[in-house]
């Protein structure tokens, strides 16, 4: 491997790297910066988070610029307002010797205003993000009409952001004969478009294989039921005292709540998401950066900026809808040559996705099992006695020393030890010596909701409800809409199957009533929804479901009536049945003609509503008593 003498960086950038520590450069350090200091050409560069990307184009566009200008010559995009400023706090450091540099971040959440102050006394190098940039382009705050070198980091989540208009008004502000570089983690199909609109001839560097995982990381697995994720995390926690983690969710929403039930069971933790203010996210990474939050709470968008080279572990709490995303978030720890952990909570709905992203990143997950409870009291009580052995003696206490030992004048060695550290073993024992096995055994299964055994055995119920593709749903987007409307978790919906004008899914068995009852009398874009248990268990929806009175839209208002079945038509006969075509088209009507004085919609309307907020209210109620019997425990964190 090169130096960084040899790479021919000139002695201001030198003394820097010298002050940082730097001794050898990264591979995409080695490939990407004689090649950039050589001539201006346009490049594509692919290599993993935490491999010294930004020092890459960082060092090149430092020594190439004027910093004698006061003209804006380099423009740098970044998908966050973290890695905005990670990006010009590297910057700053890496040109400490340069004089009269000035790289200004401009990003949303802060003063438009001192931005551009900051501009018109003049930034030869701008780090933005896409909206704000656009926001300062129009305003005409920012000139970019003479840049020489344009930077696209993380391109890949830019573009799954949504970003691709803004960047093609941003970079049309630009001259046609600078220099673009591109740096991005994976290399999916926008970023090749990306590439080939914006950039000539690019040169193409490749630190090991198009999204593959580095080779500090490694992956686990553990297979749980979907409702005992939130246990199988703070077992996971327990097992790993020295835990210190990103763990990643979904959504906003299930971010906050994790962390919150985090904070409120006795754990080190805070969130991390597009809702805070900046000011608050700007505490929470100072707190992490600290260590004084041991586990970090996230969203994919938010930790883009999360450039902290000790953590541990990265939990996967939720897998990402992208595939290609869990290359970005295992690439948050095994940095700068440390190694890492990886790990997934899965249920066995999401086993399959386990195999595609070994596929992706070329690496194999190891399946664990949960630690019991046992096992974790072991854990932590070892890792109590080496802590207690390793920590150095305060002589401040010597004056206490004969105090204590007068209390303990009766008490032997032996029964000393024992009394000490059943102060902290007893906390960890009470609460898991009654707990219960979370792992449940392997079975990927072959659909895209896989590995549930549908046997008269199984733990599980089918449904049919009236809507499908004709009302613009796809089996994610129904997934998503039950999920929100039942607030349930992901994984508590499983084999969706999307028809023409109606569709099928599944629950556990434990949550049939609240599925039935909520769609009592429910409404959607002013039509009703029925949902009703289906009898036949398989994929296709075939053969007999229920269709009794009791669970019809009328007759569930009374709560009574005979039940009665009929034959499901094969999947192609059963959509130009004569009673397939009338509910069709009386979904279609309904649609068409809510609030034109349908006398059954009218009779209706006003008793199902009440029905759905009331339904709203108890289920309210039932969430607000079911939280308050979780069992808490006081930790000490160190």
Not at 555 to 582: F, I, Q, T
Request: aromatic content about 8%; glycine content about 8%; hydrophobic content about 30%.
């Amino acid at each position: 491997m090169s130096t960084f003498q040899e790479l021919g960086l000139n002695e201001d950038l030198l003394n820097a790297i010298t002050d940082l520590g730097f001794e050898k450069p990264s591979e995409v350090q080695e490939k990407a910066i004689p090649l950039l200091l050589e001539e201006d050409k346009d490049l594509v560069a692919l290599a993993q988070t935490g491999t010294g990307k930004t020092a890459a184009f960082g060092f090149p566009m430092l020594q190439k610029i004027d910093i004698d200008s006061r003209t804006t010559q380099g423009l740098i995009l970044s998908p966050t307002r973290e890695l905005c400023l990670q990006i010009t706090n590297e910057l700053k450091q890496y040109g400490k010797y340069c004089k009269g540099l000035n790289v200004t971040a401009i990003y949303g959440g802060a003063s438009i205003t001192d931005q551009a102050r900051s501009v018109k006394r003049g930034a030869q190098i701008i780090v933005a993000t896409p909206g704000r940039m656009k926001d300062m382009i129009s305003r005409k705050l920012v000139d970019i009409s003479k840049i020489q070198y344009s930077v696209l980091d993380e391109a890949d989540e830019m573009l799954n952001m949504g970003f691709y208009e803004d960047i093609t008004d941003i970079l049309s502000h630009t001259p046609d004969d600078k220099s673009t570089w591109l740096f991005s983690a994976t290399m999916p199909k926008e970023v090749s478009t990306i590439a080939k609109k914006f950039m000539y001839d690019p040169t193409e560097i490749t630190v090991g294989n198009r999204n593959e995982s580095t080779n500090n990381v490694s992956h686990e697995y553990y297979l749980v039921n979907a409702r005992d994720r939130y246990q199988a995390l703070k077992r996971l926690s327990d097992a790993n005292p020295d835990i210190f983690s990103v763990i990643f969710c979904r959504t906003k929403r299930d971010t906050q709540k994790v962390a919150e039930n985090l904070i409120e069971d006795g754990y080190s933790a805070g969130a991390l998401h597009g809702d805070l203010s900046q000011n608050q996210r700007d505490i929470v990474m100072k707190s992490f950066r600290n260590k004084q939050i041991q586990m970090l709470v996230a969203t994919d968008v938010a930790a883009r900026g999360i450039d902290v080279d000790d953590i541990t572990h990265v939990i996967n709490y939720q897998l990402p809808d992208e595939i290609e995303t869990y290359t970005h978030r295992s690439g948050r720890t095994g940095r700068a040559g440390k190694s890492g952990i990886s790990m997934v909570i899965v249920s066995k709905s999401e086993t399959r996705k386990i195999k595609s992203i070994e596929r992706i990143i070329k690496k194999q997950f190891e399946q664990k099992e949960i630690p019991s409870g046992m096992e974790i009291c072991e854990v932590q009580l070892m890792s109590l006695a080496n802590k207690i052995h390793n920590t150095e003696a305060n002589d401040e206490i010597d004056k206490y020393i004969a105090s204590i030992n007068e209390l303990f004048v009766d008490t032997d060695k032996d029964e000393l030890i024992k009394k000490f550290f059943s102060v902290e073993f007893s906390r960890f024992f009470n609460y898991y010596q009654k707990s219960k096995d979370l792992t449940v055994s392997d079975s990927r299964g072959s659909d895209r909701d896989g590995g549930r055994d549908y046997g008269k055995s199984s733990n599980d119920t089918r449904y049919f409800i009236n809507v499908g593709r004709k009302d613009g749903f796809d089996w994610m987007k129904l997934k998503d809409f039950l999920k929100e409307q039942l607030e349930l978790g992901r994984d508590d919906v499983f084999k969706v199957d999307v028809k023409e004008s109606f569709s099928f899914f599944n629950t556990e068995n434990e949550i049939k009533e609240k599925v039935l009852a909520f769609f009592t009398d429910f409404k959607h874009e002013g039509r009703f929804v029925n949902v009703e248990v289906s009898e036949n268990r398989g994929r296709s929806g075939g053969g007999r479901r229920d269709r009794g009175r009791g669970r019809g839209r009328d007759d569930r208002r009374s709560g009574g009536g005979r039940n009665r079945r009929r034959d499901d038509k094969p999947r192609g006969d059963r959509r130009s049945s004569d009673r397939g075509e009338r509910r069709s088209s009386d979904s279609r009507g309904d649609r068409r003609s809510s609030g034109s004085g349908n006398r059954s919609d009218r009779r209706s309307n006003d008793r199902g509503e009440r029905r759905y907020d009331d339904s709203r209210n108890d289920r309210r109620s039932e969430s607000s008593s079911s939280g308050s019997d979780r069992p808490r425990r006081s930790r000490r964190r160190d």
